[in-house]
């Protein structure tokens, strides 16, 4: 039997770049080599403020991102979190093993609620990744490939397996993280010391699935590089090598080759045929996307929904039984 991959995104912000590159695409080349489940996680979303409408609208939007770049419901369950809802039952169970000290050290809790007064921060943003651990563990899910800034929630997600394992006799697979190489951390462009992020203050940190060519000349034009003029593929040069992974996986050119067809040339000539390679890579997504109906993503979700909650009533019933609850 195949193993079994989970992941999901939020629909929140403008999906980008970074998110197809360290996502989206590695998904859609492991749909043939795994059983693959993907997720629209909206009740992650809803740990910082969002508008009614505009999550509803972003929730439809992620999922036909999904079948735009590839992914194929005849091979994939896609789903959205919230229409499962086993997946915080299991998370309120996970809660009662889970401990303070575990959550206090997860990095992006501490990133994110450093922005703000620590007495304002919601729980659902300090506890989610308990939900993301059910979210793993409900479907028994063997790999899950994430980036290299998520690992440290998959660690989380095994140790309470193996506590509940422990406590009450087997019942949850221990996944693993499936760190990928290149694409699993693009770097912003106008700081390529932070990863690309939907939420960053500054449009010129991204470039989204929906810019136009010419946005993406612009943003292209304006993304930070390094001292020199060489273009060569180094660590010494964090903005030069991000650019040039950006440009490698889209056009799926090595980066040595990419560094023989710039030689004698500059960052002018380089960040012009980068921005093209970006444009052509857009357009017929972006037409792709545009071919989508309301009505077929909506119907896809939902068979996607029957047959993840067929899996999740098996899951929660053996857990029901294993800890002495009603079934």
């Not at 489940?37 to 992620?62: G, M, N, S």
């Not at 500059?266 to 890579?281: C, P, Q, R, W």
Request: glycine share 6%; with cysteine; charged share 30%.
């Amino acid at each position: 039997m195949k193993k079994r991959i989970f992941s999901g995104i939020q629909p929140s912000g403008n999906l980008h770049l970074g998110n197809y590159l360290g996502a989206i695409k590695q998904w859609v080349d492991l749909q043939d080599e795994y059983e693959t489940i993907f997720c629209v996680v909206d009740l992650h979303a809803i740990t910082v403020p969002q508008d009614p409408e505009e999550l509803r609208k972003k929730t439809l939007e992620i999922a036909k991102i999904y079948l735009a770049s590839g992914i194929d419901p005849t091979k994939s369950t896609l789903f959205v979190q919230s229409q499962v809802q086993e997946h915080t039952e299991l998370a309120w169970i996970l809660n009662t093993l889970a401990r303070l000290g575990d959550l206090e050290k997860m990095t992006q809790f501490k990133d994110k609620s450093e922005k703000n007064e620590k007495e304002t921060v919601g729980v659902g943003l300090f506890d989610y990744p308990v939900l993301m651990a059910s979210d793993i563990l409900l479907y028994d899910t063997n790999v899950v490939p994430v980036g290299k800034d998520q690992m440290q929630h998959i660690e989380l997600t095994r140790n309470l397996a193996e506590r509940f394992n422990k406590r009450f006799g087997e019942t949850f697979v221990i996944p693993e993280g499936k760190l990928s190489k290149e694409g699993a951390l693009i770097m912003g462009l106008d700081d390529p010391t932070k990863k690309m992020s939907k939420s960053a203050p500054s449009e010129y940190n991204y470039i989204a699935l929906s810019d136009t060519a010419e946005t993406v000349h612009r943003k292209i034009k304006k993304a930070v590089t390094d001292s020199g003029s060489e273009i060569v593929y180094s660590d010494d040069k964090p903005a030069l090598k991000n650019l040039i992974n950006i440009y490698s996986l889209l056009s799926g050119k090595t980066t040595q080759d990419i560094e023989v067809m710039y030689v004698g040339k500059g960052y002018g000539d380089f960040k012009t045929d980068l921005a093209e390679v970006v444009v052509n890579f857009l357009a017929p997504f972006q037409e792709r996307l545009a071919n989508i109906s309301d009505d077929d993503a909506l119907a896809i979700l939902e068979s996607g929904a029957e047959k993840a909650r067929e899996l999740a009533r098996i899951k929660m019933k053996q857990v029901r039984e294993k800890i002495g609850l009603l079934v």
